[in-house]
């Protein structure tokens, strides 16, 4: 895989609830059997906040790679941290999470590094 200097805005100490696209997706099956749900707005997370310094470091044990990051300044209205209140999505959806965040990284990052052999092979082969 090709290595990159990821890029960070401010100190990395800011977090987000990211989640992955299989809880997602299990949510959305949720919702068109749920009784209610339709037209209501209703957060999909794992209510667990994650900085991008925890990512980074995260991703070096999935990657074994150093992944030095490059701290850039703050960008102007960047909100600092971010976390889904599920509770809605909960008691009307019956949702919980199946998917953490390490588990959703690691098969992402499985994921690209497959894809990048398949285009490698691809490549080689002429196809």
């Known amino acids: 895989m090709e290595k990159s200097e990821p890029v ?3 100190d990395g100490e800011q977090t987000r609830d ?11 099956i949720l919702a068109c059997e749920a ?5 209501r707005v209703i957060n999909i997370g794992t209510e667990a906040r994650i900085s991008l ?11 074994g ?11 102007e209205g960047d909100i ?9 999505s909960r008691e009307l959806l019956k949702f919980e999470p199946t998917v953490n965040f ?7 990052f499985d994921w690209y590094k497959e894809s990048a052999e398949k285009a490698r092979a691809s490549e080689k082969s002429g196809a």
């Open 80 to 88: 600092r941290d971010s976390q889904a209140d599920i509770t809605l």
């Open 35 to 39: 009784p209610g749900a339709s037209g």
């Open 53 to 63: 310094n925890q990512t980074l470091q995260l991703l070096r044990e999935i990657s």
């Open 102 to 108: 390490a588990d959703g990284l690691r098969r992402t």
């Open 18 to 28: 990211f989640t992955y696209i299989d809880n997602v997706v299990q949510a959305n």
């Open 65 to 75: 790679n150093k992944l030095e990051a490059k701290y850039e300044p703050q960008r």
């Open 8 to 10: 960070v805005y401010g």
